[in-house]
């Protein structure tokens, strides 16, 4: 791992770039879900140079955005209605994701404005989701809201200001912890490093989080065979509602 940064290192050192160099990289590439999974850290780490291979000699903040796989979702308010809480409004939205994750050298307000921190989605309450439909702005809002309450409570989205720690405005490295209830999929870490106000660099990496052994098993049949699959979770649990049966007739 530290071999390829520095190989890099070395080969941006050599081109011709105007810009600042950033180089980012992670723990590891690819992480495993298998049974009895507790959830996992990855540090995510790097350089920024000037196309010299030198420090870039700017006084700089990096902030770190990971994000999950993106699905529709259909978001439905609770009403109470006398002593019942039923279901009211609902909204749906074409694209969410399904974790969400910011850490930043420094807080987000003092590094960029409103506008660049929406650009960039630099904060759970700069999180772009396209609403399917018209939509009241407020409406809108509230939902948008609700939904990065109901995750964060779950632990998929997160931020952590102050949680990047450079070293000599050279090195920087942070961590995100990804909880065992993560979804599958590619997660793309996009690093931005910022100064004055504006983003001077960025990059992105990637990360697998695959479910492997039994549970991968599981997740290609009720996916290739969906019938079949649905058939035999009907069959065990009529045999294990049958087998309740007869233990308590037993006792």
């Known amino acids: 791992m530290m071999r390829a940064l520095l190989a890099l290192l070395c080969l941006f050192a050599l081109s011709g770039q105007r810009d600042p160099i950033l180089v980012p990289e992670i723990s590891q590439h690819e992480v495993q879900v298998r049974q009895g999974f ?3 850290e990855l540090l995510l780490f790097g350089a920024i140079l000037d196309p010299s291979g ?3 000699g700017l006084s700089y903040n990096i902030v770190v955005v990971l994000k999950g796989p993106t699905a529709p979702i259909r978001l439905r308010e609770k009403e109470r209605i006398g002593p019942i809480w039923m279901n009211a409004q609902n909204t ?7 974790f969400f994750a910011v850490s930043s050298s420094a807080k987000i307000s003092d590094i960029v404005d409103e506008r660049t921190a929406a650009i960039y989605e630099l904060g759970l309450d700069f999180i772009q989701l396209s609403p399917s439909g ?3 702005p407020e409406e809108q809002t509230r939902f948008t809201t609700g939904l990065v309450d109901l995750r964060q409570r779950q632990g998929l989205y997160k931020e952590a200001m102050e949680g990047v720690q450079i070293s000599e405005q050279v090195l920087y490295q942070a961590r995100i912890s990804l909880p065992s209830n993560v979804q599958t999929g590619t997660y793309t870490a996009e ?16 990360v697998e989080v695959r479910k492997v052994g039994f549970e991968r098993f599981v997740e290609l049949f009720s996916q290739q065979q969906s019938f079949f699959y649905g058939l035999l979770a009907v069959c065990l649990s009529i045999f294990m509602g049958w087998m309740a049966g007869r233990l308590f007739a037993l006792i």
């Open 134 to 136: 018209v939509i009241d």
């Open 92 to 98: 749906d939205f074409r694209s969410a994701p399904s």
């Open 54 to 56: 030198t420090r870039a």
């Open 191 to 206: 690093t931005f490093a910022i100064t004055n106000g504006r983003v001077i660099a960025s990059a992105i990496s990637e």
């Open 38 to 40: 507790t959830g996992t």
